[in-house]
Each structure stands twice: as structure tokens, then as C-alpha cells.
T-cell receptor, first 124, second 117 residues
Framework: QKEVEQNSGPLSVPEGAIASLNCTYS??????FFWYRQYSGKSPELIMS????GDKEDGRFTAQLNKASQYVSLLIRDSQPSDSATYLC????????????????????????FGGGTRVLVKP | GAVVSQHPSRVICKSGTSVKIECRSL??????MFWYRQFPKKSLMLMAT?????????EQGVEKDKFLINHASLTLSTLTVTSAHPEDSSFYIC?????????????FGAGTRLSVL
């Protein structure tokens, strides 16, 4: 089982509709969750971060986190052609007290794990 | 968000050449930086975690002698691809983390597209 899983898509959405992206993760101790958008040939850019259960809204984007079910989702309202991109879900593990971990383990625990990304196509 | 500058954006070189890529955090200090590689239509693959003032932590399967990482200051990390070969052609992306009490956010550089002939 992959640590962070996403449907690769493509997710085809008509302009103006809501795009719904899902992401599941395997590490129950995960603390931080992020959605990045990556245009073809470009590097990822941060869209949303979420740390506690519930919804977090920022403009047309809403992130939803459910730690009990180990999933995080992203809703894009009023989708625009410019939203066409690959959306990467990223999860960071639990940080443990430094004195209990070796440097390698601490680094591993703080590592951001990415899903494979969901490609979204918004059609005019 | 925070700004991470990566240079150069594109490199075309002959096989056997060594290539150095720089990653700078422009408006914050980054104790930890990360180096990723991405092949076409694939997700990001973490190569190594770079810690200021100490040796980098490499992911399994990444040759530390092939990919030299130096994190000399809190704002600069470099990746050197030594004796590059065509199979090293890829998109290399650095990332720097902003460390706050309850939030650790990673920002990415623009990436370096390496083409080895």
C-alpha cells in the first residue's frame, strides 16, 4: 500500500463546476496535510495547508480533513480552465521529541510524502 | 508565501560533465532543504534531505557520491550531479521548509531541467 494515494485521473470538469479531489494516507500519526498545484513543466506551488479535522476555505478552494478516516480532500469551486493542472497531496508525519530519535529518524518523520497527483482538466 | 530561488533553470551538458544547482531561500532561513527529482508524468521523488551544517540524509537508492549536497548556510543548499550521464536527465526541484511552532510549510524552487547529451 502506498503511503499517500490519489486517483491519477484525468478528472475532467466543465468550466464553472466543482472539482473534487481525494487523497488517502496510511500513517495514522500524520499531522500536517498540504495540497500543491503543479502546471506541466513547472514546480509545485502551495495551495492549501490543513492541520485539524474539518474544512478550511481559501477563495475558491476548500480543503477537508478527516483524520479518523485518514483522508483529505480538495474542492475547487467555479472551476476555470486555468485550474487545469496536476494536484499533489502531501502528508507530513508526526514529529517526535528530538532526544528520542536519531537524526535520520527525525528527518524521516519530518519528511513530506507526496501522492502521485491527480490531473485535472477544466473544459471551457 | 516564502520565496525559494533555484538556479539555473535549464542545463544542457555533455556526458561526463558535473552540474551544480543552487537553491536559496530569499526571505527566510531554512534549517532544512530538500532535493527532489521528477521524471515526465511522474510524481516527485525525494532524493535527499539537506541539513545546514551537517551531512545530507539520502533516500534509499540515491547515490551520495553521484549527487553531492552541500548546505553551507541557512539560506543556501547546492546539489552537484557528478559525471552526469543521459539517464540523469530529469527535472530537479529543491524545496525549503519554513519552521514555525505549529506549522511546517515547504516551498519549492522553480526547478532545474537537466538534459545530458
Amino acid at each position: 500500500q502506498k503511503e499517500v494515494e490519489q486517483n491519477s485521473g484525468p478528472l475532467s470538469v466543465p468550466e464553472g463546476a466543482i472539482a473534487s479531489l481525494n487523497c488517502t494516507y496510511s500513517d495514522r500519526g500524520s499531522q500536517s496535510f498540504f495540497w500543491y498545484r503543479q502546471y506541466s513543466g513547472k514546480s509545485p506551488e502551495l495551495i492549501m495547508s490543513i492541520y485539524s479535522n474539518g474544512d478550511k476555505e481559501d477563495g475558491r478552494f476548500t480543503a477537508q480533513l478527516n483524520k479518523a478516516s485518514q483522508y483529505v480532500s480538495l474542492l475547487i469551486r467555479d472551476s476555470q480552465p486555468s485550474d487545469s493542472a496536476t494536484y499533489l497531496c502531501a502528508v507530513r508525519g508526526k514529529r517526535l521529541q528530538a532526544q528520542l530519535w536519531s537524526r535520520k529518524n527525525e528527518a524521516a518523520g519530518n519528511k513530506l510524502t507526496f501522492g502521485g497527483g491527480t490531473r485535472v482538466l477544466v473544459k471551457p | 508565501g516564502a520565496v525559494v530561488s533555484q538556479h539555473p533553470s535549464r542545463v544542457i551538458c555533455k556526458s561526463g560533465t558535473s552540474v551544480k544547482i543552487e537553491c536559496r531561500s530569499l526571505d527566510f532561513q531554512a534549517t532544512t532543504m530538500f532535493w527532489y527529482r521528477q521524471f515526465p508524468k511522474k510524481s516527485l521523488m525525494l532524493m535527499a534531505t539537506s541539513n545546514e551544517g551537517s551531512k545530507a540524509t539520502y533516500e534509499q537508492g540515491v547515490e551520495k557520491d553521484k549527487f553531492l549536497i552541500n548546505h553551507a548556510s541557512l539560506t543556501l543548499s547546492t546539489l552537484t550531479v557528478t559525471s552526469a550521464h543521459p539517464e540523469d536527465s530529469s527535472f530537479y526541484i529543491c524545496s525549503a521548509r519554513v519552521d514555525r511552532v505549529d506549522k511546517n510549510i515547504q516551498y519549492f524552487g522553480a526547478g532545474t531541467r537537466l538534459s545530458v547529451l
